[in-house]
Nanobody
Framework: RCSRESGGGLVQAGGSLRLSCAASGFSFDDYRIGWFRQAPGKEREGVACVINSDGSTYYRDSVKGRFTISSDNARKTVYLQMNSVKPEDTAVYYC?????????????????????WGKGTLVTVSS
């Protein structure tokens, strides 16, 4: 049971990047999928969350209007479209899944208690 991230890389400030999270081994439609990130020397933080059962989405204020989370339930894949990226978006981005919890609780938390995690993908934004 796992999720696997892809799509990270080096991008210039103001540019765009799309991360993907392919899930397997659990009932995707019943889960909340969150994107988290951890910058060097900082605590892990929630970025965005999608509730697969109803499609509702939640975002941390610092990415609202720039990032978009979406879910393709047929492909069991969640995407994070990152636009107008900033150097402070530089971090390892992780995909995580949880059967319970609220969207705001996931986005505003640090991911403790989430059921499944990917290994992460590095996003580096150059100024």
């Amino acid at each position: 049971r796992c999720s696997r991230e892809s799509g990270g890389g080096l991008v210039q400030a103001g540019g765009s990047l799309r991360l993907s999270c392919a899930a397997s081994g659990f009932s995707f439609d019943d889960y909340r999928i969150g994107w988290f990130r951890q910058a060097p020397g900082k605590e892990r933080e929630g970025v965005a969350c999608v509730i697969n059962s109803d499609g509702s989405t939640y975002y941390r204020d610092s990415v609202k209007g720039r990032f978009t989370i979406s879910s393709d339930n047929a492909r069991k894949t969640v995407y994070l479209q990152m636009n107008s990226v900033k150097p402070e978006d530089t971090a390892v981005y992780y995909c995580s899944a949880d059967e319970g919890g609220t969207g705001w609780g996931i986005v505003l938390g640090n991911g403790d208690g989430m059921d499944y995690w990917g290994k992460g993908t590095l996003v580096t934004v150059s100024s």
